[in-house]
């Protein structure tokens, strides 16, 4: 059984930084790419980044380009999403998430196999 979970969440002040880990297990062969989602209340599911682990290449949503970076430890069968200069507006629940197949645009949320349970990060200005 595939289990995403995440780690690394919590509460810090503006201008913060926070590493978010997911841990794979139970998934012997490698995903065509991974990402982190987030979701704050009352809004729809953002895709935050993006790694594809066969190219290297990696991928943001603009809001967060130059602050956040992607990253997989292959050894340990995780995925890091390293958050620095933290705003207000990146409060969310945060989760990871894995496509076996890489036919659709990576920022839909609904294209991907499996999901983690999420980890909450909270920005206090």
């Known amino acids: 059984q595939v289990q995403l979970v995440e780690s690394g969440g919590g509460s810090v002040q503006t201008g913060g930084s926070l590493r978010l880990s997911c841990a794979v297990s139970?998934?012997?062969?490698?995903?065509?790419?991974m990402a982190w989602f987030r979701q704050a209340p009352g809004k729809g599911q953002e895709g935050v980044a993006a790694l594809y682990p066969g190219s290297g290449s990696t991928y943001y949503t603009d809001s967060v380009k130059g602050r956040f970076t992607i990253s997989q430890e292959n050894a340990k069968n995780t995925v890091y999403l390293q958050m620095n200069s933290l705003k207000p507006e990146d409060t969310a629940m945060y989760y990871c998430?894995?496509?076996?197949?890489?036919?659709?645009?990576?920022?839909?949320?609904?294209?991907?196999?499996?999901r983690g349970q999420g980890t909450q990060v909270t920005v206090s200005s």
């Open positions: 998430a894995a496509a076996r197949s890489g036919t659709v645009e990576w920022t839909y949320a609904g294209s991907y196999n499996y």
């Open positions: 139970g998934y012997t062969r490698s995903f065509n790419h």
